[in-house]
């Protein structure tokens, strides 16, 4: 099955700082997604990137993907206090029906 | 839109009863799955659905570990005899094939 491992495991940087998460994967895949969590809830979808996709941006959100190296990286820009929750990433299997598994996610603390 | 409801939301049960956790996905969406969180920890995946295929039970960790759907709504989750070990949040998402996953807030499980 596939596997989304992400780096680091934790990260504290002050307000307005840009903060950088990486994930890594085993096997081929149709897309990759980020999701954020807040302490005590579900996860909530941050943007998709296809394996035909290099970059994409979403606010200050900006994912890149390299399927080359099997990984991918979630750039938050200008973060804010509120960014600061646990991220994840996930892979999409390439054929139909497939399962995705989620990484230890990285939990990011903005300081005010 | 309603979106992926789970209930309970919290649950304390007695070592050694059963319980039923319950999700109720979002109408049309042929994929939900059942993942398992403990406290700091990533999300560990449980059992996959999709559409009218066999379910991959493949992260099921003991036969006290069930789970049914009937045909592309409720989903349960039963737990038998259970241990403190399996003392966690419960979290539930459904999505289209290949599309993002919408979670549910969770059902916490304390075991005493």
């Known amino acids: 099955s596939q596997q989304g491992e992400e780096d680091p495991q934790a990260l504290s940087i002050q307000e307005g700082e840009n903060a950088t998460m990486n994930c890594s994967y085993k096997?081929?895949?149709?897309?990759l997604q980020w999701y954020r969590q807040n302490s005590g809830r579900g996860l909530v979808h941050l943007i998709l990137i296809r394996s035909n996709e290099r970059e994409k941006h979403s606010g200050r959100l900006r994912v890149t993907l390299d399927t080359s190296k099997k990984s991918s990286s979630l750039l938050i820009t200008a973060s804010r206090a509120a960014d600061t929750a646990s991220y994840f990433c996930?892979?999409?299997?390439?054929?139909?029906?497939?399962?995705?598994?989620f990484g230890p996610g990285t939990r990011l603390s903005v300081l005010p | 839109g309603a979106g992926v409801s789970q209930s309970p939301s919290n649950k304390v049960t007695e070592k050694g009863k059963d319980v039923e956790l319950r999700c109720d996905p979002i109408?049309?969406?042929?994929?939900l799955y059942w993942y398992r969180q403990r406290l700091g920890q990533g999300l560990e995946f449980l059992i996959y659905?999709?559409?009218?295929?066999?379910?991959?039970k493949s992260g099921l960790p003991s036969d006290r570990f069930s789970a049914e759907r009937t045909g592309e709504s409720v989903s349960t989750l039963t737990i038998q005899r259970t241990q403190q070990e399996d003392s966690a949040v419960y979290l539930c998402?459904?999505?289209?094939?290949?599309?993002?996953?919408?979670f549910g807030n969770g059902t916490r499980l304390t075991v005493t």
């Open positions: 998402a459904s999505s289209l094939m290949l599309k993002p996953l919408h």
């Open positions: 996930a892979t999409v299997g390439e054929l139909y029906g497939q399962n995705f598994v």
């Open positions: 096997t081929s895949i149709n897309n």
């Open positions: 659905f999709q559409g009218n295929s066999a379910p991959d």
């Open positions: 109408s049309g969406h042929t994929a």
